[in-house]
T-cell receptor, first 113, second 113 residues
Framework: GAVVSQHPSWVICKSGTSVKIECRSL??????MFWYRQFPKQSLMLMAT?????????EQGVEKDKFLINHASLTLSTLTVTSAHPEDSSFYIC?????????FGEGSRLTVL | GESVGLHLPTLSVQEGDNSIINCAYS??????FIWYKQESGKGPQFIID?????DKRQGQRVTVLLNKTVKHLSLQIAATQPGDSAVYFC????????????FGSGTRLLVRP
């Protein structure tokens, strides 16, 4: 099946710094990607829909200035957590659509100290 | 929103027994439903899907049942194996929402040897 890759898998940063997470579709082009956040022992919550060539669509309650999304090409979307704080520590997962199926990345665990 | 420290419900079964995991979905207009398996520290893995015009679908060792009247989904796993231990999520899509998945709260399956 199609492969979606995330990088980095793990990242630890200091409070107040910004962190970029990449989501790549390795063997297909994705005009739409999705970013999810998952806190421990909780479900995945959709944060935003990333659209190649246009602005991302954010879900209610998600700060677009806090979580910057850039869909730079048909194979890459990035999520930047700006001025990260400990409460932003979470598991961030992306997904992409290929021929009508959704494929998920392996996730990126962010820990903000 | 979800409260911090929310614990996932847990289903504990004996190896070889059948497992039934239940899910209540939220939107009566949802057209398409998917069950995902998530192992610790990994992204969701597709198990089986079902469209709203069906009430049952079978895969290899898994069966999904859909009851639209009460907005209920179930996942049945036959002859549960230790490798089935994971967290299971149902997800719903409304086809006019461009593959925007809404995840259920999840159930942890523990398989006792």
């Amino acid at each position: 099946g199609a492969v979606v890759s995330q990088h980095p898998s793990w990242v630890i940063c200091k409070s107040g710094t910004s962190v970029k997470i990449e989501c790549r579709s390795l063997d297909f082009q994705a005009t739409t990607m999705f970013w999810y956040r998952q806190f421990p022992k909780q479900s995945l919550m959709l944060m935003a829909t990333s659209n190649e060539g246009s602005k991302a669509t954010y879900e209610q309650g998600v700060e677009k200035d806090k979580f910057l999304i850039n869909h730079a090409s048909l194979t890459l979307s990035t999520l930047t957590v700006t001025s990260a704080h400990p409460e932003d520590s979470s598991f961030y997962i992306c997904s992409a659509i290929n021929t009508g199926e959704l494929f998920f990345g392996e996730g990126s665990r962010l820990t903000v100290l | 929103g979800e409260s911090v420290g929310l614990h996932l419900p847990t289903l504990s079964v004996q190896e070889g027994d059948n497992s039934i995991i239940n899910c209540a979905y939220s939107n009566s207009a949802s057209d398409y439903f998917i069950w995902y398996k998530q192992e610790s520290g990994k992204g969701p893995q597709f198990i089986i899907d079902i469209r709203s015009n069906m009430d049952k679908r079978q895969g290899q060792r898994v069966t999904v049942l859909l009851n639209k009247t009460v907005k209920h989904l179930s996942l049945q796993i036959a002859a549960t194996q230790p490798g089935d231990s994971a967290v299971y999520f149902c997800a719903e899509i409304t086809m006019d929402s461009s593959y925007k998945l809404i995840f259920g709260s999840g159930t942890r399956l523990l398989v006792r040897p």
